[in-house]
Structures are given as structure tokens and as C-alpha cells.
């Protein structure tokens, strides 16, 4: 989508150098635009373990970009997909990229043949991306221009969790790409956007996002949603996930399952946006099974932000010796969500719903 | 409570000179601890605005004083009262203890017994919360001893939203008293410290409190605590009220509602600490009739805290031009409220529970 009136995918390889990875540095955003150079393996997975990048989808094409990077840099391709594959735990994207990239080259001996395959494989991977992003945008935007007609062409009101934002993925974004359909369709709407504690993915990025392409929002604290709600002034909460069970559990950036809450208290549609390539086919209990990220508890305790004198400033938000904790990920259960907007169309939040639409999974 | 070793209240009439009142600073806490010099009403009505105290029992106590200042600085107690009970609209002690100051001095003519009446009286008023403060403990604990036991002295996980504390009363606090007396008795405690964005009383007020006290706790972004629920981390939670309906609605700090309602899901006692004297007898529907307080867009898009060189900074969180908006509270439905331990016992969330303790108010 546009920055500065210029249309950007999140990451891509260099003009004229093509032993070159750029992506932009998310963790800047949304004070700074910056363009990080990604030259090796270690690179993205830095990048990925970092967040320089984030999101689930963009962490797959990151890690298949990465693949690539580790044969031009002469590593062992099964120690790169250990490295890429531990960089982060909860995302389903990654393995799946990483193993793609994996089948693609197997049985090639050839070293400049890996090389272009293995480039060919992330461009595709990438674009398919692209596409798949676009489709839940097209999807999902029924269900806008829905309520919509429901309340006679006055704005829809859609409250959004964390990123899952065109900076998620490559370009549309998941649970942002109805909107941003919604939006070039002239369809009115005002997104609320949970900050998102504790890395504050909302005002960061989502915020960054709809301040660029001209979208209405406004940043509200991720206590506020239950009182929005509470008043009608949430017409329907779209997010995203970072995996998906086949009973329709999804898990999400933590606090998700709060916001599914209040919908749910309030008859609220509560809609989860999310490529076929998050699901995980092999479980069901999104609570047992889905293994959360517990991260570094400076995340908590400490902020980032710009200072009055401009620069990206770090403060500490506590008591110094006071422990926080940092849990990445909740799970939502699929009692709680109204439906699933996928590549392939709408469905309930249950077996017989995804495989109705992905029926060769079966 | 301890602060450095030392017991402090949060405000009291400086030693030596009764014509200024002093409280503690709570908008530089936990990085500074500072004693402001409250020598006027003006000075009261811009504690109270700008938030240097808070907390419903603090706001009232402060306010007795400010109508003390008015009279001793020649101003008209009238006009005082008016000017304090606007300085914030939510918590009804304000109101309550402003019409207490105005009722003590009905008739009187001379200067001198009318200050000497406010003076004593505000004394009163602060004496009584915290005793107030300290029976919502006694009854409280009883929650907590049977939880321990219940758990065969395994340590209670607690989880408390805002501050609550002593810090927003004069002493013991509300939530916080039961954890303080059960603290102070042996049982083993720890706290799930809410840092409550926006204006991070949990983080900067509820964590400076429990490390001072030395009450084990951790810290956790407001979207954490569904699914520590949801994983058999918490076993109840007590939160504060800013107002309670006949009933049984609470209005608490903006994001209560949805750790109600994780609570409620998960089968998890959700307790709210309150003196009688933030029950509204007037109203009963919370959601329609509690006026709730919308402030600055500023305390969402910035927020202070400790840089590296040891300064309280302001640091900017989203982007500079979007739009941001501020709920200061939320109403908890009564239906999602376990029960309600007050100075005079625990009640349930309802009409009849409530006057059950308090019969005289039928």
C-alpha cells in the first residue's frame, strides 16, 4: 500500500543487486521510515527474531528470502531452516515457508541452480502472498458493504487488534484488507485501533498504515474496546491470527480474546481474517495445543517513542525491580468468533466451515 | 503503608504549619518520590485535575482540604465547592465530601470557628476512610484465607486492575487491603499487576505500593489477563470502584469490564473493594446513568516515563497526526460481579445484597 503517496510492499529484493534482501525496519515506525539491508541468512533471522519484521505471513516470505540468502552465503540449507525456524515459535507461516523452499530444491545438486530456484520459490511464495491478501480483502468486503447498507451508508465502525495490516503481510494486509477495499470502494468507515500492548502494534503500525493511505481511525488503549462496544460504537471487530486449529480456535496477539469477549457479550460480529497458510491441520484445542511465545519482559517495561527532541527515545514504564510478564499470544475459542474471512471466502469458525472451503484438507 | 521503610498517608496537614496540606506526587511515581505543598483551594482543584492525587477516597479527602484552603485564603465556599466538584466528574466521593465540609459549616458566622470546623472535619473525613480502608481488608481477607486454604497454603494468584492501593485512598487502599492484611497475616500472596493504559496506574502506582511493601507481584500489559484466566493463573480478582449503583454496577477504571468478563468466562471470582460512600443510592442501570469521563487524547498518544539518563520524558507513541481517544472508565454489569466487600461486610452485587449491610439507605 502507499507511504508517502508511493505504493511499497514490505520487503522485496534490491533493484540492480539481487544478493540483496530490503524490507523496512518496522521497529522505527511509525516516527521513522527506514530500509534495512538484509545480506545473509543471519540477517533475516535477526530481522525476524528482532522484529524489524513481523506478522505471520511476512515472516514466511522473510524466511524463504532467507533460505536463499543462506545458499548465496554458502550455508548448510537444513541448518538455515533450523536457525529460520527457531527465530520465532508461534507462527505457522514460517515452518510451512521454510519447508516449501526445502521441497523445491530437493534433489538439485547443482549450486547456481539452488540458488535461482530457491529465489524463483520466494518471489512466488510472495506474490502468492499478494494474491491471497487480496482475496480476503475482496471476501471480507461483502461484510462491510453489508452493514453498510444496514445502517443506510453511515459509517461503519470496525475495531482492529495489534497489526494484521499490509505490514503483516506483504501488501493489503489480512484483517485490514476488507477495510482497505471497503475504503477504495468508497465505502464509509472509521477504524478503532487497539494500541496493543505491549509492543503497541496498533499505534505503531496499524496507525502508521491508515495514516498513509488516508483511512479514518482512531487510537484507543486495548482497555477501551468493551466500553465501545457496551455504547454501539463497534459495528464489527475484524483481526487477524497467527494460527488457526481446525475446530476454528484462533490465536492471536494477546488481549484478542478479551475484545472477542465484549463482542460476544454484545452481539457483536467478531471476524478473523487469515490466509489458508496459518491454519495448522494437525490440531484441534487451540488452548492445549497452540505453544505460546513468552518474550522478554523489558517489552513491558520498557517503551519506545520519539522525544521532544525528535529522537526514538526508550523509557522504563516501572518500578526497576518490579518483574513483568510477557505472554505474546492468547487464544480465542472458536465459540467466540463469527466467522473466518480465508482466500477462499467466509465460513464458520469449525471443522465442517473450513472444510467446506478447503475441502482437499479433509 | 511503607514507603522507604517509613509509614506514610497520602495526604495529611504539613507538621508546624496547619495553613498547607501536603500529598504525595503520584504523577512522578515510581521513578520520584516528592511531597507537594497544597496552599490553596486552587491548588486542591488542580491536585485533584491534574491528577497529582487520585482515586476516588484521596479525590474526597483532598477536596474536604481544598474547601479548608478556600475559607482560610478569604474565598467563598460556595464557589469552592463548585470549582471542586467539577474538577472531575466521575468519582462521587468528591461530591460526597465537599457537601460533608458545606453541611458542618451551615449556620456558622464566624471566620474563625468555620475554619477550625472545615480543618476538623476534614480530619475526620480522612480518619474514617481509613478506617473505612482498613475493614474492607478485614472482611476481604476471609476471601483470601479460604482460597489459601482451598489450596492447601499454595500461594493466591490475585489479579487487580488501576490502583486501588493506598495510594488512591489514604492508607490500606481498597482492592489492595485484603492483600495487604493477608500479606501482613502470612498467607502467601502474589498480585498480576494490571498496568492500565492508559495512564499506567497498575505499573507506576499498584507496583510501587506491593515493591515498596514488598508484596510479590508482576507486572502485565491490560491484555494479558484472559489469558492468564484461561490458564488457571489467577484465582480471583479485586478491582476498585469509582461508582456503584444500587444495582450492583460498577464503574471502574476503562478496561475493568473486559477482565469481568474473562473472569466470568473462566469461572474465576471477580470481587470488587469499595467504601459504601461510592455507592450511588440513586441510580441503578450503570450503563445508562453513570456518567463517564472522557479526557485528553494526549494521554494515549504520549506517556512518560525514566530515560536512560535518569529524566521522566515524554515520550510520542503513534503518529503524530492521528487521532486518538481517551475513556477514562467502564461500567461492569453487576451480573459479571461476584461480590462487593465493603466496610461493613460482603455483599452480593445486588440490590438486596446491598441492603442487607446497609439497611438504612432502603
Redesign the interface.
Known amino acids: 500500500m502507499k507511504v508517502n503517496g508511493q505504493h511499497y510492499h514490505t520487503i522485496w529484493v534490491k533493484e540492480g543487486d539481487d544478493s540483496i534482501v530490503q524490507a523496512i525496519d518496522q521497529r522505527v515506525l511509525?516516527?521513522q521510515f527506514e530500509i534495512v539491508d538484509l545480506k545473509t541468512c543471519n540477517d533475516t533471522v535477526t530481522a525476524i527474531k528482532d522484529m524489524i519484521v513481523r506478522g505471520a505471513p511476512l515472516i514466511g516470505v522473510t524466511a524463504a528470502y532467507g533460505m536463499y540468502l543462506a545458499v548465496l552465503g554458502n550455508e548448510n540449507l537444513q541448518e538455515a531452516a533450523q536457525k529460520l525456524n527457531a527465530s520465532r515459535p508461534t507462527a505457522i507461516n514460517l515452518a510451512w515457508a521454510v519447508n516449501e523452499q526445502l521441497k523445491t530444491v530437493e534433489g538439485l545438486s547443482d549450486r547456481g541452480e539452488v540458488i535461482a530456484k530457491l529465489l524463483e520459490n520466494a518471489h512466488r511464495i510472495k506474490t502468492e502472498d499478494i494474491v491471497i491478501s487480496r482475496k480476503i480483502g475482496e471476501h471480507g468486503l461483502s461484510l462491510i458493504e453489508e452493514m453498510s447498507q444496514n445502517k443506510k451508508g453511515e459509517t461503519v465502525n470496525i475495531l482492529t487488534h495489534c497489526n494484521a495490516g499490509w505490514l503483516a503481510t506483504i501488501d493489503w494486509g489480512t484483517a485490514t484488507s476488507p477495510i482497505y477495499h471497503a475504503f477504495e470502494k468508497g465505502i464509509k468507515v472509521h477504524v478503532?485501533?487497539d494500541?496493543?500492548?505491549?509492543r503497541?502494534q496498533g499505534?505503531?503500525l496499524t496507525?502508521?498504515e491508515?495514516?498513509q493511505h488516508g483511512i479514518p481511525?482512531?487510537?484507543?488503549?486495548?482497555?477501551?474496546?468493551?466500553?465501545?462496544m457496551?455504547?454501539g460504537m463497534v459495528d464489527m471487530a475484524i483481526v487477524g491470527t497467527d494460527r488457526t486449529t481446525i475446530q476454528g480456535d484462533v490465536a492471536n496477539?494477546?488481549?484478542t480474546?478479551?475484545?472477542a469477549?465484549?463482542a460476544y457479550?454484545n452481539n457483536i460480529p467478531f471476524y478473523v481474517a487469515l490466509p489458508s497458510t496459518s491454519i495448522d491441520w494437525d490440531i484441534k484445542d487451540g488452548?492445549k495445543e497452540i505453544p505460546?511465545e513468552t518474550r522478554s519482559e523489558n517489552e513491558?517495561?520498557?517503551?519506545?517513542?520519539?522525544?521532544?527532541n525528535g529522537k526514538l527515545?526508550?523509557?522504563?514504564?516501572?518500578?526497576e525491580?518490579?518483574?513483568?510478564?510477557?505472554?505474546g499470544?492468547?487464544?480465542t475459542p472458536a465459540r467466540l468468533v463469527t466467522g473466518l474471512i480465508t482466500e477462499r471466502g467466509i465460513c464458520n469458525a469449525n471443522k465442517e466451515g473450513i472444510f467446506q472451503l478447503f475441502s482437499e484438507k479433509k
Chains 1, 2 share one sequence.
Do not use: C, M
Open positions: 511509525p516516527h478503532w485501533v494500541e496493543t500492548r505491549p503497541n499505534a505503531n496507525a502508521f491508515f495514516n481511525h482512531t487510537i484507543i488503549s486495548d482497555n477501551t474496546g468493551g466500553h465501545l457496551q455504547h496477539k494477546i488481549g480474546y478479551l475484545k469477549l465484549a457479550d488452548l505460546i513491558v517495561k520498557y517503551i519506545q517513542g520519539k522525544a521532544e527515545t526508550k523509557v522504563l514504564l516501572t518500578p525491580s518490579s518483574n513483568a510478564l510477557n505472554v499470544f492468547d487464544v
